[in-house]
């Protein structure tokens, strides 16, 4: 069945600095995926997606990569902010109206 | 637009306790998604809803779980007896047309404490 999954659970970086975060998933079936930000408090919110015919996309100071080969996907954060910090989560919209999330990674950011 | 709305946003009930939580979707859209959210689980699609239908109710934990969808501007997620292990926080979402993650909203979160 399908499966998504996240790495790190906690990721720290300062303020400036590049984020990187992973996640796998194991349904080769996958076609679709989404990153999803959570701030405390709220629910989630769409950030970027990629469908598998890509390896790359780019959005403002946000990119995601889709590696098809090793079932890996990331979300890279350009000169992270305190904004950015948050609960992340990689999603795959399965059979086109289930949307499945993975197990989500705290982004911390310090000064 | 209001967003999706969603009440209670906070309750504390004890153990047997019936919990109903209400969430109104943002006018126009067809599908409404109820999620839990829970440190140990992330979060888990509990069940959806086209066009007023439940389309998929595997998530739904057991039996105490219940969910409708009356009309198109209202839904409810019942637990009855509730338990403490079904502390969470639970999200609603609703969508016009589920064919990209951005078309999918949610709202702030019922957030469910069983003592």
Redesign the interface.
């Known amino acids: 069945g399908e499966s998504v999954g996240l790495h790190l659970p906690t990721l720290s970086v300062q303020e400036g600095d590049n984020s990187i975060i992973n996640c796998a998933y194991s349904n080769s079936a996958s076609d679709?995926f989404?990153w999803?930000k959570q701030e405390s408090?709220?629910?989630?919110?769409?950030i970027i997606?990629i469908r598998s015919n890509m390896d790359k996309r780019q959005g403002q100071r946000v990119t995601v990569l889709l590696n098809k080969t090793v079932k890996h996907l990331s979300l890279q954060i350009a000169a992270t902010q305190p904004g950015d910090s948050a609960v992340y989560?990689c999603?795959d919209?399965y059979n086109?109206?289930?949307?499945?999330?993975?197990?989500?990674t705290r982004l911390q950011v310090f000064p | 637009d209001a967003g999706?709305i969603q009440s209670p946003r906070h309750e504390v009930t004890e153990m047997g306790q019936e919990v109903t939580l209400r969430c109104k979707p943002i006018s126009g859209h067809d599908?409404l998604?109820w999620?839990r959210q829970t440190m140990m689980?992330?979060?888990?699609?509990l069940i959806?809803f086209?066009n007023n239908v439940p389309?998929?109710d595997s998530g739904m934990p057991e039996d105490r779980f219940s969910a409708k969808m009356p009309n198109a501007s209202f839904s409810t997620l019942k637990i009855q007896p509730s338990e403490p292990r079904d502390s969470a926080v639970y999200?609603c979402?609703s969508s016009r047309q589920?064919?990209?993650?951005?078309t999918?909203y949610?709202?702030?979160?019922s957030w469910l404490t069983v003592v």
């Open positions: 679709y989404i999803y408090g709220k629910g989630p919110q769409f997606d989560f999603a919209l086109t109206d289930k949307l499945i999330f993975g197990t989500g | 999706v599908y998604f999620y689980r992330g979060l888990e699609l959806y086209n389309i998929d999200f979402a589920v064919v990209s993650g951005n999918i949610f709202g702030e979160g």
